[in-house]
Nanobody, 125 residues
Framework: QVQLVESGGGLVQAGGSLRLSCAAS????????LGWFRQAPGKEREFVVG????????YYVDSVKGRFSISRDNAKNTVYLQMNDLKPEDTAVYYC??????????????????WGQGTQVTVSS
């Protein structure tokens, strides 16, 4: 079992940047495929990006390609989400999630076993 804690959210103007972190504890971090999801008010939680156990593979949703970058440091038990050129439509609560089984970077919320509490990202126009 792994516990996840996100940090780094905040209020930023359009075009600005934020770096989210998700620190894990409780289990071997490198066992997990990791994902970042987001949920805007009144909308379903959606997949943003995922990263493989070694960090060698990742998968981004089209709307963030070229603007967001995921990375992980297995020695520090932390996954990061660098968000550049932020847009008002990026406003949401961002969650990190861990998937212990399987080999692919899944995009459905049901495919992930553990979740953080979320961190709010607000982008003003």
């Amino acid at each position: 079992q792994v516990q996840l804690v996100e940090s780094g959210g905040g209020l930023v103007q359009a075009g600005g940047s934020l770096r989210l972190s998700c620190a894990a504890s409780g289990d071997t971090f490198s066992r997990y495929i990791l994902g970042w999801f987001r949920q805007a008010p009144g909308k379903e939680r959606e997949f943003v990006v995922g990263i493989s156990r070694t960090g060698g593979n990742n998968y981004y949703v089209d709307s963030v390609k070229g603007r967001f970058s995921i990375s992980r440091d297995n020695a520090k038990n932390t996954v990061y989400l660098q968000m550049n050129d932020l847009k008002p439509e990026d406003t949401a609560v961002y969650y990190c999630a861990a998937r212990g089984i399987g080999i692919r970077i899944a995009t459905r919320t049901d495919d992930y076993d553990y979740w953080g509490q979320g961190t709010q990202v607000t982008v003003s126009s």
